[in-house]
């Protein structure tokens, strides 16, 4: 028989839930601050989001700054999600509840997959919203596949294994309290 030291297990995941907890603290003031500079600039917020998307040197209108916002907000949003479900699946490991842990695990690796395809189509939409106002024939699409969208793949990946490998476990755990 196995004999394994549960101590060390909980702590890990006391800390990465904690961990979690702190990216969420810093992604909620990102978001407070991306409206805040919204409200109070929109001309010039939108002008360093147009940047991101690579037209920084050009100043935007209003409905421009404010939708530019609104993808990264989204952004943001998915993001939140993905960590709520990580400190869920935290929350199941220091409960060993294996079955609840690869449902956590599973809904943070779909948001995983919902990041990249909105990471991707936000910044093709970015790269139209920022050259809407172009004269004709300047106007732009851009589609970028880049190491933040392959970081994204793995990690949906990981995520994804991760939570077969729970539910497995959580199969052979039920099996074993069964037969005993």
């Known amino acids: 028989m196995l004999d394994i030291e549960v101590q060390p297990l909980l702590r890990s995941a006391k800390l990465l839930s904690l961990v ?29 989001l147009m940047t991101i998307v690579g037209y920084g040197d050009t100043t935007p209108r209003a409905w421009q700054s404010y939708t530019l916002g609104a993808l990264v907000l989204v952004q943001i949003g998915i993001w939140v999600m993905v960590m709520l479900s990580g400190r869920s699946m935290f929350s199941a490991l220091k409960a060993a509840d294996a ?9 943070a690796a779909r948001f995983l997959w919902v990041m990249l395809i909105w990471g991707i189509l936000a910044n093709m939409l970015g790269s139209v919203i ?3 106002h172009f004269p004709a024939g300047q106007h732009a699409l851009s ?8 970081s994204t793949v793995l990690a949906a990946l990981l995520v994804t294994f991760t939570s077969q490998a729970f539910r497995l476990g959580a199969a052979l755990w039920q099996d074993h309290k069964e037969v005993i």
């Open 143 to 150: 589609i970028g596949f880049g190491s933040a969208q392959i």
């Open 20 to 48: 979690l907890l702190l990216i969420l603290v810093v992604l909620m003031v990102i978001a407070v601050w991306l409206i805040g500079f919204l409200l109070v600039d929109p001309q010039g917020t939108g002008q360093y």
């Open 130 to 132: 920022a050259t809407w």
């Open 99 to 107: 079955k609840g842990a690869s449902m956590a695990a599973s809904k």
